[in-house]
Structures are given as C-alpha cells and as structure tokens.
C-alpha cells in the first residue's frame, strides 16, 4: 500500500515540525509526496525531506517526490540537495 501527502505552498519554518510529524506517521508504507502546489521551500523543510527519504531508503521503502511545482524543483536544485531524480517534477 502506497500512501500520499499533500505539501502545503508554503514549507517554511513553522511547517517543519508539522510536515516532521506527518511523516513519522506514514512511516512504515511507501510514500508518494505531492510537491505541486509549493510555492515556498525552506531549508528546515528540506532537511525533514531529506531526512525521511533516507530514512524510508533504510527501511526499504520509497518516498518520492512527485509533481514538484518550478519553484519547489528550483528551490530543492538552489540548496544543492541531494538526486534531483527523487524530485520529479510535472511532465512537459
């Protein structure tokens, strides 16, 4: 069973517990994240991403990113963050 999260637009500060907790309680099914409607991502964010992608790698299950609005494809590039593979965004 593949379960499926909606980013919020804007993953700032305030956001990174809240998306943190969303996560751990995915965790344990694979996880398609729905990046389309972001607008805004900030580096707390991006480390909680990061995070659960490695962690979900360890568990032997996939968390991707799918859809990634421009601005959140850019922004993830911007901060030099690791595979853009994992970070797909709408096709052209």
Do not use: H, K, Y
């Not at 751990?24 to 992608?53: E, K, N, P, Y």
């Not at 421009?70 to 911007?78: E, G, I, L, S």
């Amino acid at each position: 069973m593949t379960a499926a999260l909606q980013l919020p637009a804007v993953l700032d500060i305030q956001q990174a517990g809240p998306l943190r907790e969303q996560l751990l309680g995915l965790r344990g099914q694979s996880v398609i994240v729905d990046g389309s409607a972001v607008g805004r991502l900030g580096a707390l964010c991006l480390q909680v991403l990061i995070s659960a992608q490695q962690t979900w790698a360890r568990d032997g299950l996939s968390l991707v990113i799918d859809r990634a609005s421009d601005a959140f494809a850019d922004q993830w590039n911007a901060f030099g963050a690791p595979p853009a593979a994992s970070v797909q965004g709408d096709p052209a």
